[in-house]
């Protein structure tokens, strides 16, 4: 085998030279590469369109003939193999056809055969094994005829082997491993065959094929022969197993060379044919390649040998094998390769001999590569030399190739670095507005159910060219003539001339009749008319007639000159393209006839010419004659004006006779035209010029010359062409290159028909090719089921050329009508166009190329592909007959529904609301297409508006669908309780807002629902006088109850703006500060000594319900609690009693207090507690409910609930020694005494969340029974007492913690933000409050507030010196001390309502001072103004405090500076407070306010303890207006002056007797089961008490009054105290009353004294006394 | 508010459960539900509220299931406020934090008979980048403050969610005197209704 191992060299040495040579004539390669490519091209697919190679030229093309049939020949030899094996060989044949050494290339070729043969063998085996084992017998003498082969075969491969061994069956040990594997494989394939094989013969054979069965029968017999053995092998497996033969008959083939060829040697062998190779070499190269082959072949032996023996093997037990590591190493690098990663050698990876060059050294560019790591490249390196071929995968430098690394180091995107500035327009994002799509959703209504299927069908009939580019000239002209016949045939059927002859004819007759008659009986009017009618109209017939005729004559003359031109160019050309044919019929006519008729016309034409001229020269004479008078009256007149002149030179010739001048005016006439050119210049009338008579003879003239010139000469005969297709055409071999140029394209190019339906291809018609006439026929149906509504059919016609196909031609087919059903719709012609421009080298004319018939090029004229398609568009008719077309009312309707046709019109269309008249008009001015189907809504209601009345409604309806979702009228809406209980829910009306389960029938709803909504209607317009008790103040009731409505309904509607928080909970990032204070906390003690409140998870309100809220209130402890007095019943024993002092007081307690808090009419109490400083420390939980099960944050900020915190002593009395049981037990009573109470709004705890502080208890000025007088003299405690205050120290919040509705009040504050200040002061607060904030955001700043009309104004500017009552004033003139303290009460006696209750979306709504005395209710900030004022007014150094305090929260409070100090009052108690009083309720000052500046408090620490009040020194005080912003001059906002009115004492009376009626009432009805008895002559007693109380403003007067009572009432025990109240309503006093649970006193011989006092300041403000007390006889 | 011992309602009967769920990227979760309903609605019997059980996927299997029962009947007087399924599904995120993994909601089928329905889940998103990480690392999603939210339509518009995954739940409805009551609840099988009707007369009379 030495031999092929150096065929194998060579090989190797020629492909290495041919790379060099294709690596260096890259160049040359690609050039020769492109041209035969090119020309491969052309002579699979001549395309018309070739290059301007000379296609005359004779030689050239034989030969490229020649060469075209040999290629032709082989290709369809090519074409019978597998696509695969085609592919091959198209892409090397060019190659091979080219290169300068062929032989090589084609080795190339084989070599990348040579690889497969492995793959091929081993399918051979597989297939062995599926052969049926009756085949035995063949198989045996198949082995033995290989295992001869093999033999021979290997004596030769031994020298190539050498290290293989030499036994017989030489074979690589691995590779016998593996065939030791499968032949167990195959095995155990074959177990299941024997067992049935006569079973599975049949199966088997069958499936080869049929030839198969022939030997295999033959086999049965007896042994074939090597022939027919080498046939079964060659034949029978082709077509099954490709590939598997291949091997067996390459083995064949060195001896029996090219007679039997498989298909792919065949392939091979061809290829050297042609290339005419050295045969030998070929021989070799075959040789080799089968011997390669050879040594797999051998596992087939193997396999055969094992059928022998497999008998045995079935019941042969052997050991497990075991494959030592080595030999499955081996095994393994058999099948598997690492690819080393050491670095390949260069001379490995370059042509032997060649050192490698460096493009770069040698100066040339080399692009960057891109980074692969150097163990990677090695990596494939190493794989890709593995290859075969590998080494073309490297460069000349021995790399990788490798294109350059196209990653750029910058970004080539220009940075945006300008954020904030503005961008370059051109890089600024446009916003475009979403387009919607237009076709969706264009559903016909009811399509989806299955009776709605419509159908269209669409008959694409054919298709005609009416031009072509692939038209020749004659058949240009040949389309013409057809069109030009087509036209005389229409004209001849319509018979236009002939129709109008005879008209024009008749109205003669008519005419000399009426003349006739006209002449006998004279003229009358109607006869007259009748006549000139007649005349006009047998001229115009006339004219009509004419112009036919004359269409009739140039009609046939371009006929036949159409046909002349088709003729000569037929002559010319020396070929017929076009069957046309034109015979002219000639048809003779009798001459003298012919031409009396022909005379006859024309006289009478002339006739008549004449008679009209004569007409209209009758008229214009009259018109003549008109002017001509119109023309003397003005020349007249013109010459009276001239005589006037004259008179007036001549003024002396006066004498002349009338006669002289009649004779001049007779004169001057004659010389009138000598007039008018005497002044030009003067405007005046033409004269006019006679008409001219018209001449006969020219007249005669013309129509003679008319007539020869459209009229057939008399005597001429009719010439009838007559078109046929009976000519022959001319076969293509007698015509010229270029024409069969052309038919062949003509052959080539086939046509089809897309159809569209709304712009959707729905389907496409077969294509069909164009035939020499042009015309197509595809005769074809589409039903097309349609869903949508039709917009549009559109068929678009394609020309295909190959497999290349373009867009000739679109058409649009109407929708067609509903009516329309297939079967009765006519097909249609519609002609089509397009303006593409071809142009062609051969005989074709193209289309859009100016084409010349004439012989010097002139009259050039541009053909347009255009032609006719022949289609018909037609609603289905399903079974039964039933057309399937959408009905009518719908088709509109469905049209509409795109978006695109969203007009008004057509919605407003179904209940016919427009003009009918406008839109006609309309749609004549637009000039709407009738046969767009987007316009038959609008033409179908056209037409049915103008054949019927449509009476159109001079009204217009904005919702105009509204009436169509109505499910019920709106009267039957008004009526129905049930609809007015949902809509009344529905606007969440307060009293419905909730209502749960409105009653689904009518009857369950009771009226009684509907009672406190109407009531409160009813009370929107009466006042309730009963409940108010005073006019004045349910006025104002009225007015505030109407704010709270609007504020409320304000709330509502910004309940629905929800903010994130309000939805989502999300964990706020905490913030490295308080991430360092975590960890610090890390080192904390773990229960540290004084444990600090934490913060409560916030809840928002509207997820709670009934139940989920708690109030807590913990009652810490109490200080300076009243104590009891020792009781006496006689005043002179109190001397006793204090001498017994020190012993009592040892023996009796002092008081026992316990705290009841009640809420919501719910009452809760500590335990009892001893002593006057208590320490109660309990926690007590009350439940909330809000207003109508309603929990969100409006409605909770308007809850007017308070809680009442109540000291009560505990007073334990014996009933009175028992006789019986004396010994054993004592019955004792316990009463409660009311010590004093706290009242804290709900509304402040929700908005602050929590309280906590110690509270100044209100106790009544009186108690009786009770001193503050401790017993202990300690100092503290005396200085206490003298402060003369109880304390009680509470905790209260909310559980769990409400968020206040903070966020709405910024909301609507930001909403109304609408201001009359300047904007730079605006600013100016804004920074100031931030700043502020910022700083201290603890301390309150305000500098803006809004007032009633929701505007923001400066505060400063309701600071103004106001005047009090006069009354106060003149009560101590001497004191101003008194009148200070006068006005103080007076202020804190009107009525205080927290912003959250009557306000609660403008927190600082603040009033001016006549309004706070109008409304008679505000908040601290209205009351703290007003005191303001009036201090200001007395003369006083006043500030507002703007800060906070215990337990109002953000409040005012006011300052007074005097020569003792600085006072803070406390406007709603009107009580006042030393700068360091400790008890002072003010905890923080944050900003003070007078009428100039606004200063805020930056000092340290707020509390007004430590405030240093000078607001001149800057480090403490921050002034708004300062000298960088002076102050503007702001103007009050108050009014200059108050007026007061004085109240009506009667009135107050009045009202006192009617609140003492009501409480008694009440008490009464608390005392359910007790009599409740009245002890008249304490209440009058007290009654004179109450004006003293008043009198002294609540100062302490209990002793005297004690006294005095106890005197009165010897043995009662008493107990009671007087309450006192500002007056808003009873309701308060009611609850207040109720509150001290003086009516809990249920001992049977007790006694009530209740007395009420009113006493009334200026200006409605009232002040209300209660006393009341308890008597129990003792 | 009044009682509606007397007055005439019809009545819906929820019977079905919820299957299971799909979410790709997350195991061991869990499931709560609740109704939300309208003023004229109240549960008469069954559970309003309900939480399944935690489960895993299986290897094979990329769902998860509950098949947690729902049996509810509602009463009602008008069909406005029909009521809602609310499921909120809840896991354990990577470390271990029981976190929300959505929430979705479906109005009870109409009309009687067995419904599918698969409910697409979602879960509010942070509302930055920042919050983001510190709310997967420290276990605290964004949760909304009421599953009920995702069963309104006011006030979403001020929240950003992401999609998360599929619970299908199945139904099957019941009603009663819905027809009688004037509310037909479309294509339902004329001739059951009609017997159905017909049997409540009879038990009526």
């Known amino acids: 085998m030495a031999a092929s191992s150096d065929i194998r060299e060579k090989l190797r040495k020629k492909r290495r030279a041919l790379q060099d040579?294709?690596?260096?004539?890259?160049?040359?390669?690609?050039?020769?590469?492109?041209?035969?490519?090119?020309?491969?091209?052309?002579?699979?697919?001549?395309?018309?369109?070739?290059?301007?190679?000379?296609?005359?030229?004779?030689?050239?093309?034989?030969?490229?003939?020649?060469?075209?049939?040999?290629?032709?020949?082989?290709?369809?030899?090519?074409?019978?193999?597998?696509?695969?094996?085609?592919?091959?060989?198209?892409?090397?044949?060019?190659?091979?056809?080219?290169?300068?050494?062929?032989?090589?290339?084609?080795?190339?070729?084989?070599?990348?055969?040579?690889?497969?043969?492995?793959?091929?063998?081993?399918?051979?085996?597989?297939?062995?094994?599926?052969?049926?084992?009756?085949?035995?017998?063949?198989?045996?003498?198949?082995?033995?005829?290989?295992?001869?082969?093999?033999?021979?075969?290997?004596?030769?491969?031994?020298?190539?082997?050498?290290?293989?061994?030499?036994?017989?069956?030489?074979?690589?040990?691995?590779?016998?491993?593996?065939?030791?594997?499968?032949?167990?494989?195959?095995?155990?394939?074959?177990?299941?065959?024997?067992?049935?094989?006569?079973?599975?013969?049949?199966?088997?054979?069958?499936?080869?094929?049929?030839?198969?069965?022939?030997?295999?029968?033959?086999?049965?017999?007896?042994?074939?022969?090597?022939?027919?053995?080498?046939?079964?092998?060659?034949?029978?497996?082709?077509?099954?197993?490709?590939?598997?033969?291949?091997?067996?008959?390459?083995?064949?083939?060195?001896?029996?060379?090219?007679?039997?060829?498989?298909?792919?040697?065949?392939?091979?062998?061809?290829e050297a044919e042609e290339e005419e190779e050295d045969e030998a070499e070929e021989d070799n190269q075959d040789q080799n390649e089968f011997q390669s082959e050879e040594a797999p072949l051998v596992r087939n032996e193997d396999d055969l040998f094992v059928i022998d023996h497999s008998p045995q093997d079935f019941v042969e037990v052997r050991k497990a094998e075991y494959v030592g590591f080595k030999t499955r190493v081996q095994r393994e690098r058999e099948l598997l390769f690492t690819p080393s990663f050491l670095t390949v050698p260069t001379s490995v990876k370059l042509p032997e001999n060649t050192k490698p060059r460096f493009l770069e050294d040698e100066g040339l560019y080399v692009g960057q590569r891109?980074?692969?790591?150097?163990?990677?490249?090695?990596?494939?390196?190493?794989?890709?030399?593995?290859?075969?071929?590998?080494?073309?995968?490297?460069?000349?430098?021995?790399?990788?190739?490798?294109?350059?690394?196209?990653?750029?180091?910058?970004?080539?995107?220009?940075?945006?670095?300008?954020?904030?500035?503005?961008?370059?327009?051109?890089?600024?994002?446009?916003?475009?507005?979403?387009?919607?799509?237009?076709?969706?959703?264009?559903?016909?209504?009811?399509?989806?159910?299955?009776?709605?299927?419509?159908?269209?069908?669409?008959?694409?009939?054919?298709?005609?060219?009416?031009?072509?580019?692939?038209?020749?000239?004659?058949?240009?002209?040949?389309?013409?003539?057809?069109?030009?016949?087509?036209?005389?045939?229409?004209?001849?059927?319509?018979?236009?001339?002939?129709?109008?002859?005879?008209?024009?004819?008749?109205?003669?007759?008519?005419?000399?009749?009426?003349?006739?008659?006209?002449?006998?009986?004279?003229?009358?009017?109607?006869?007259?008319?009748?006549?000139?009618?007649?005349?006009?109209?047998?001229?115009?017939?006339?004219?009509?007639?004419?112009?036919?005729?004359?269409?009739?004559?140039?009609?046939?003359?371009?006929?036949?000159?159409?046909?002349?031109?088709?003729?000569s160019l037929r002559d010319f050309q020396k070929y017929t393209n076009t069957p046309f044919k034109l015979f002219l019929r000639r048809e003779n006519v009798d001459r003298a006839l012919d031409e009396w008729e022909y005379e006859g016309e024309i006289l009478k034409e002339v006739l008549e010419l004449e008679a009209e001229s004569e007409e209209q020269y009758q008229k214009k004479l009259a018109e003549f004659n008109k002017q001509l008078e119109v023309w003397k009256l003005w020349r007249k007149k013109q010459k009276a004006k001239r005589k006037k002149k004259k008179k007036k030179k001549k003024g002396q010739t006066q004498d002349d006779t009338e006669e002289d001048e009649e004779e001049q005016e007779a004169g001057e006439e004659e010389e009138q035209d000598e007039i008018e050119s005497e002044d030009p210049f003067e405007e005046d009338p033409v004269k006019p010029e006679v008409p001219e008579r018209p001449e006969v003879d020219s007249l005669e003239r013309w129509v003679r010359e008319k007539a020869s010139r459209i009229r057939r000469k008399p005597g001429e005969p009719i010439l009838i062409p007559e078109l046929s297709t009976s000519g022959g055409i001319t076969a293509s071999d007698l015509c010229p290159r270029a024409e069969v140029a052309r038919r062949e394209d003509v052959s080539r190019r086939s046509l089809f028909i897309k159809i569209l339906y709304n712009y959707k291809e729905v389907s496409r018609t077969d294509s069909r090719s164009l035939s020499t006439d042009f015309?197509?026929?595809?005769?074809?149906?589409?039903?097309?089921?349609?869903?949508?509504?039709?917009?549009?059919?559109?068929?678009?016609?394609?020309?295909?050329?190959?497999?290349?196909?373009?867009?000739?031609?679109?058409?649009?087919?109407?929708?067609?009508?509903?009516?329309?059903?297939?079967?009765?719709?006519?097909?249609?012609?519609?002609?089509?166009?397009?303006?593409?421009?071809?142009?062609?080298?051969?005989?074709?004319?193209?289309?859009?190329?100016?084409?010349?018939?004439?012989?010097?090029?002139?009259?050039?004229?541009?053909?347009?592909?255009?032609?006719?398609?022949?289609?018909?568009?037609?609603?289905?008719?399903?079974?039964?007959?039933?057309?399937?077309?959408?009905?009518?009312?719908q088709h509109p309707a469905g049209a509409y529904r795109g978006p695109g046709h969203l007009d008004a019109v057509s919605y407003i269309g179904a209940s016919g609301l427009y003009d009918m008249k406008k839109i006609g008009e309309w749609a004549i001015q637009s000039r709407l297409d009738p046969n767009d189907p987007k316009n038959t809504s609008i033409m179908h209601l056209l037409k049915v508006a103008t054949s019927g009345e449509v009476a159109a409604p001079d009204y217009f309806r904005l919702e105009h669908l509204q009436e169509e979702f109505n499910f019920v009228s709106d009267e039957e809406m008004e009526r129905s309780k049930r609809f007015r209980l949902l809509r009344l829910r529905n606007q969440e009306v307060p009293e419905f807002r909730n209502y749960k389960f409105v009653p689904l029938l009518e009857r369950e709803i009771s009226d009684k629902v509907f009672q406190d909504y109407e009531k409160r209607l009813r009370e929107g317009e009466t006042i309730d006088t009963r409940q108010h008790l005073d006019p004045h103040r349910a006025a104002v009731a009225k007015y505030l109850q109407q704010i709270r409505e609007s504020v409320i309904n304000r709330f509502i509607h910004t309940k629905h703006h929800y903010q994130l928080s309000d939805l989502v909970i999300e964990e706020e990032i905490p913030s490295i500060g308080l991430l360092g204070i975590n960890l610090f906390k890390l080192a904390e003690s773990k229960r540290p000594l004084k444990p600090q409140r934490k913060e409560r998870k916030k809840v928002t309100a509207q997820n709670l319900s009934d139940g989920d809220i708690r109030l807590l209130v913990n009652v810490i402890r109490a200080h300076n609690i009243p104590i009891r007095k020792p009781q006496s019943s006689k005043p002179g024993q109190s001397s006793q009693s204090a001498i017994q002092g020190s012993d009592w007081y040892l023996s009796q307690v002092q008081v026992r207090p316990f705290v009841e808090v009640s809420f919501q009419r719910t009452v809760l109490q500590t335990t009892t507690a001893e002593g006057p400083n208590p320490s109660w420390n309990e926690e007590l939980q009350l439940p909330f409910n809000a207003p109508n099960g309603d929990y969100s944050t409006g409605s909770l900020q308007s809850v007017k609930d308070e809680v009442f915190i109540n000291i009560f002593d505990e007073v334990l009395y014996e009933t009175g020694p028992s006789d019986k049981s004396r010994a054993t037990s004592i019955h004792t009573q316990i009463e409660k005494h009311w010590l004093g109470s706290v009242k804290i709004p709900f509304s402040t705890i929700y908005s602050q969340s929590k309280i906590d502080g110690a509270f100044k208890v209100n106790t009544p000025a009186v108690l009786l029974g009770y001193s503050r007088e401790h017993g202990s003299t300690s100092v503290y405690d005396q200085w206490q007492s003298t402060q003369g205050g109880t304390f009680i120290r509470l905790f209260i919040t909310v559980e769990p913690q409400l968020v206040p509705g903070e966020s709405v009040r910024e909301k609507i504050k930001e909403a109304e933000f609408n201001s009359q200040e300047d904007e730079r002061l605006l600013q100016a607060s804004e920074k100031f409050e931030k700043h502020a904030a910022g700083g201290y955001p603890d301390r309150p700043c305000i500098t803006t507030v809004i007032d009633l009309s929701g505007k923001t104004v400066f505060i400063t500017r309701y600071i103004r010196p106001l005047n009090p009552p006069q009354e106060f004033l003149d009560a101590f003139p001497n004191n101003p001390q008194e009148a200070t303290s006068l006005v103080a009460r007076y202020v804190s006696l009107i009525p205080s309502l927290p912003d959250q209750v009557s306000f609660s979306a403008t927190c600082d709504l603040l009033s001016t001072c006549d309004?706070?005395?109008?409304?008679?209710?505000?908040?601290?900030?209205?009351?703290?103004?007003?005191?303001?004022?009036?201090?200001?007014?007395?003369?006083?150094?006043?500030?507002?405090?703007?800060?906070?305090?215990?337990?109002?929260?953000?409040?005012?409070?006011?300052?007074?500076?005097?020569?003792?100090?600085?006072?803070?009052?406390?406007?709603?108690?009107?009580?006042?407070?030393?700068?360091?009083?400790?008890?002072?309720?003010?905890?923080?000052?944050?900003?003070?306010?007078?009428?100039?500046?606004?200063?805020?408090?930056?000092?340290?620490?707020?509390?007004?303890?430590?405030?240093?009040?000078?607001?001149?020194?800057?480090?403490?005080?921050?002034?708004?207006?300062?000298?960088?912003?002076?102050?503007?001059?702001?103007?009050?906002?108050?009014?200059?002056?108050?007026?007061?009115?004085?109240?009506?004492?009667?009135?107050?009376?009045?009202?006192?007797?009617?609140?003492?009626?009501?409480?008694?009432?009440?008490?009464?009805?608390?005392?359910?089961?007790?009599?409740?008895?009245?002890?008249?002559?304490?209440?009058?007693?007290?009654?004179?008490?109450?004006?003293?109380?008043?009198?002294?403003?609540?100062?302490?007067?209990?002793?005297?009054?004690?006294?005095?009572?106890?005197?009165?009432?010897?043995?009662?025990?008493?107990?009671?105290?007087?309450?006192?109240?500002?007056?808003?309503?009873?309701?308060?006093?009611?609850?207040?009353?109720?509150?001290?649970?003086?009516?809990?006193?249920?001992?049977?011989?007790?006694?009530?004294?209740?007395?009420?006092?009113?006493?009334?300041?200026?200006?409605?403000?009232?002040?209300?006394?209660?006393?009341?007390?308890?008597?129990?006889?003792? | 508010m009044e009682t509606t011992s007397n007055s005439s309602v019809f009545l819906l009967t929820v019977n079905g459960q919820i299957e299971g769920a799909n979410f790709p990227d997350y195991d061991n979760l869990y499931c709560k539900y609740c109704y939300v309903y309208g003023h004229d609605w109240a549960p008469t019997t069954g559970l309003e509220e309900g939480i399944t059980q935690i489960t895993s996927k299986s290897s094979q299997s990329h769902k998860l299931i509950w098949n947690f029962p729902l049996e509810t009947t509602f009463k009602s007087t008008s069909p406005s406020g029909w009521p809602q399924l609310v499921v909120s599904v809840y896991g354990p995120d990577i470390f271990g934090n029981d976190v929300v993994r959505g929430y979705g909601a479906t109005h009870i089928p109409f009309t009687p008979g067995q419904h599918i329905r698969t409910i697409p889940m979602f879960v509010p998103e942070p509302t930055w980048r920042l919050q983001k990480f510190t709310g997967w690392l420290l276990g605290r999603r964004p949760e909304y403050t009421d599953p009920k939210v995702v069963a309104h339509g006011e006030g979403r518009e001020v929240t950003r969610v992401r999609s998360q995954g599929f619970v299908t739940v199945s139904f099957h409805i019941m009603t009663k005197d819905m027809k009688r009551m004037g509310y037909d609840t479309g294509p339902t099988n004329s001739s059951t209704v009609q017997s159905a009707t017909s049997s409540q007369s009879r038990d009526v009379q």
């Open chain 1, 21 to 270: 040579t294709l690596v260096k004539n890259k160049n040359e390669d690609d050039i020769q590469a492109l041209v035969p490519s090119a020309k491969f091209n052309v002579d699979k697919q001549p395309t018309a369109m070739k290059e301007a190679e000379g296609s005359d030229e004779d030689p050239g093309e034989t030969l490229r003939r020649t060469l075209r049939a040999q290629r032709e020949k082989r290709k369809t030899k090519l074409l019978e193999q597998s696509f695969v094996q085609d592919e091959d060989v198209g892409e090397d044949s060019p190659t091979e056809y080219n290169s300068p050494n062929e032989g090589p290339s084609s080795r190339v070729d084989d070599s990348v055969v040579f690889t497969r043969p492995p793959t091929g063998s081993q399918r051979g085996v597989s297939v062995k094994s599926e052969q049926p084992s009756s085949s035995l017998h063949l198989d045996t003498f198949v082995t033995r005829h290989l295992q001869e082969k093999l033999r021979a075969a290997r004596s030769k491969a031994e020298s190539l082997q050498q290290q293989e061994t030499s036994e017989d069956s030489s074979e690589p040990v691995s590779r016998l491993q593996r065939l030791k594997d499968r032949d167990t494989i195959t095995r155990f394939d074959r177990k299941a065959h024997p067992v049935s094989s006569g079973r599975h013969d049949d199966p088997l054979t069958l499936r080869t094929r049929v030839k198969f069965r022939e030997p295999a029968r033959r086999v049965e017999k007896d042994f074939p022969t090597a022939e027919e053995a080498y046939n079964f092998f060659t034949f029978n497996y082709e077509p099954d197993q490709p590939s598997k033969p291949e091997s067996k008959s390459r083995k064949r083939q060195k001896q029996r060379d090219g007679v039997e060829e498989d298909e792919r040697d065949e392939n091979g062998q061809e």
């Open chain 1, 370 to 567: 891109p980074a692969v790591s150097l163990t990677n490249e090695n990596i494939s390196e190493n794989r890709v030399l593995k290859m075969a071929e590998g080494s073309k995968w490297f460069g000349d430098d021995g790399k990788i190739l490798a294109l350059p690394d196209p990653i750029k180091e910058s970004s080539t995107r220009p940075p945006l670095f300008h954020m904030d500035e503005e961008l370059d327009p051109a890089l600024q994002t446009v916003y475009r507005k979403a387009i919607k799509s237009q076709y969706a959703n264009l559903y016909i209504a009811g399509a989806t159910d299955p009776e709605g299927d419509y159908q269209l069908d669409v008959d694409v009939s054919g298709l005609i060219f009416s031009h072509h580019p692939l038209f020749s000239r004659e058949h240009v002209l040949a389309s013409r003539l057809a069109q030009l016949y087509d036209q005389y045939l229409s004209r001849q059927q319509n018979n236009l001339t002939g129709h109008l002859t005879e008209k024009l004819n008749g109205l003669r007759k008519a005419l000399r009749n009426m003349i006739r008659i006209h002449g006998e009986q004279g003229s009358s009017e109607a006869l007259q008319h009748r006549i000139s009618e007649y005349s006009l109209e047998v001229r115009n017939t006339r004219q009509l007639r004419d112009l036919e005729q004359e269409k009739d004559r140039t009609l046939l003359r371009s006929i036949i000159k159409v046909w002349k031109e088709i003729k």
């Open chain 1, 775 to 889: 015309r197509v026929h595809f005769g074809q149906i589409f039903n097309l089921k349609v869903l949508n509504c039709p917009q549009s059919i559109n068929l678009q016609v394609f020309e295909e050329i190959g497999s290349s196909y373009s867009l000739l031609a679109q058409v649009f087919v109407p929708v067609p009508d509903p009516s329309v059903v297939t079967g009765r719709a006519p097909i249609e012609e519609i002609e089509f166009s397009s303006n593409q421009h071809v142009m062609f080298d051969h005989e074709g004319v193209g289309s859009d190329v100016p084409l010349s018939f004439e012989s010097d090029g002139s009259n050039k004229l541009t053909l347009l592909t255009s032609g006719k398609l022949s289609c018909c568009v037609s609603w289905g008719v399903g079974e039964e007959g039933v057309p399937l077309a959408p009905p009518l009312s």
């Open chain 1, 1411 to 1674: 309004q706070f005395l109008t409304l008679l209710a505000g908040d601290e900030q209205e009351h703290a103004v007003l005191l303001c004022n009036y201090f200001l007014f007395l003369g006083k150094k006043a500030w507002l405090i703007i800060g906070t305090a215990i337990p109002e929260g953000p409040t005012a409070y006011v300052l007074t500076h005097e020569q003792s100090g600085y006072f803070i009052w406390n406007p709603s108690s009107g009580q006042f407070y030393e700068k360091g009083d400790t008890f002072c309720p003010l905890q923080t000052v944050g900003c003070l306010v007078n009428a100039d500046n606004v200063w805020f408090n930056i000092q340290k620490n707020p509390s007004p303890l430590h405030t240093n009040f000078d607001v001149t020194k800057a480090k403490m005080w921050k002034p708004f207006f300062s000298r960088s912003f002076s102050h503007p001059g702001l103007s009050s906002v108050q009014p200059e002056e108050l007026v007061y009115r004085q109240t009506d004492k009667a009135a107050a009376a009045e009202l006192q007797d009617r609140v003492e009626k009501i409480l008694k009432e009440k008490i009464m009805e608390w005392r359910p089961r007790h009599p409740t008895r009245w002890n008249r002559y304490c209440n009058t007693t007290l009654k004179q008490f109450l004006p003293k109380l008043e009198l002294s403003r609540g100062q302490d007067v209990a002793e005297g009054h004690r006294v005095e009572l106890q005197n009165l009432l010897g043995d009662y025990r008493i107990s009671g105290f007087p309450l006192h109240l500002p007056f808003s309503e009873v309701g308060p006093i009611i609850e207040a009353v109720h509150s001290t649970g003086v009516h809990n006193i249920h001992s049977s011989n007790v006694e009530f004294a209740l007395a009420v006092y009113i006493h009334p300041y200026p200006n409605n403000v009232l002040s209300v006394w209660v006393y009341l007390a308890s008597l129990v006889r003792t």
